[in-house]
Each structure stands twice: as structure tokens, then as C-alpha cells.
């Protein structure tokens, strides 16, 4: 099992920063990608960035040059710094983990956070 605890969230004005932190814990030998996924009120989730464990990235093209997705490999963390926010940034925000390697050498799929909010507002 693993498990996924996200934090960061929270309110900011237009033009704002924030930066979430989403920690992954269990039984937990190698992640393979790790992300970032928003999903506004009456709109699907929708992704917003992912990265590899070689540090590949991906983004979306609506916050390309505003967000920023990084990891660090030794904690099992991924951060989302999101600059130049905009109030069509508001949305619950997930991480996700793709796949994973567990210690006892089992591969496991999908495993999401709880979420956490971000509003962008004046």
C-alpha cells in the first residue's frame, strides 16, 4: 500500500504564488512518474503536469511558463510551484502515482492523494 498526503493549498490572489507538496509513503522501493492533476466544479479532472524519475517533464498547456513540477527522489515527494496564478487555477488539486515498485518487488498502479484546494480570487 501507499499512500499519498498532499499539502500547500490554500487561497491567493490573482497574480499569486503557491507551492503544494505531496509526500508518498509504504512500502515503497521506486516510483516511476508522479503528477499533478486539477479538477474545477462541474469540469472533469484534468492533468496539470507529471514527471518521470529521470526528471522528465510534462505539462499542460494552460500553465506552461507558470508551473513548475519537481521531486525529490529521496523523500518520495513531489512539489507543483504555480506562479502568475489565475482565478481559472481554482480547483481541487491531486497527486497521483502511477506505478510503483514495492519493497517486496510488486508493481502497483494508481494511487491518488486526497486533494487539496486552490482558489485564485480578489
Known amino acids: 500500500q501507499v499512500q499519498l498526503v498532499e499539502s500547500g493549498g490554500g487561497l491567493v490572489q490573482p497574480g499569486g504564488s503557491l507551492r503544494l507538496s505531496c509526500a508518498a509513503s509504504g512500502s515503497i522501493f521506486y516510483i516511476y512518474v508522479m503528477g499533478w492533476y486539477r479538477q474545477a466544479p462541474g469540469k472533469q479532472r484534468e492533468l496539470v503536469a507529471t514527471i518521470t524519475s529521470g526528471g522528465s517533464t510534462n505539462y499542460a498547456d494552460s500553465v506552461k511558463g507558470r508551473f513548475t513540477i519537481s521531486r525529490d527522489n529521496a523523500k518520495n515527494t513531489v512539489y507543483l510551484q504555480m506562479n502568475s496564478l489565475k482565478p481559472e487555477d481554482t480547483a481541487v488539486y491531486y497527486c497521483?502515482?502511477?506505478?510503483?515498485?514495492?519493497?517486496?518487488?510488486?508493481?502497483?498502479?494508481?494511487?491518488w492523494g486526497q486533494g487539496t484546494q486552490v482558489t485564485v480570487s480578489s
Open positions: 497521483n502515482v502511477d506505478k510503483v515498485l514495492t519493497i517486496t518487488q510488486r508493481y502497483e498502479y494508481d494511487y
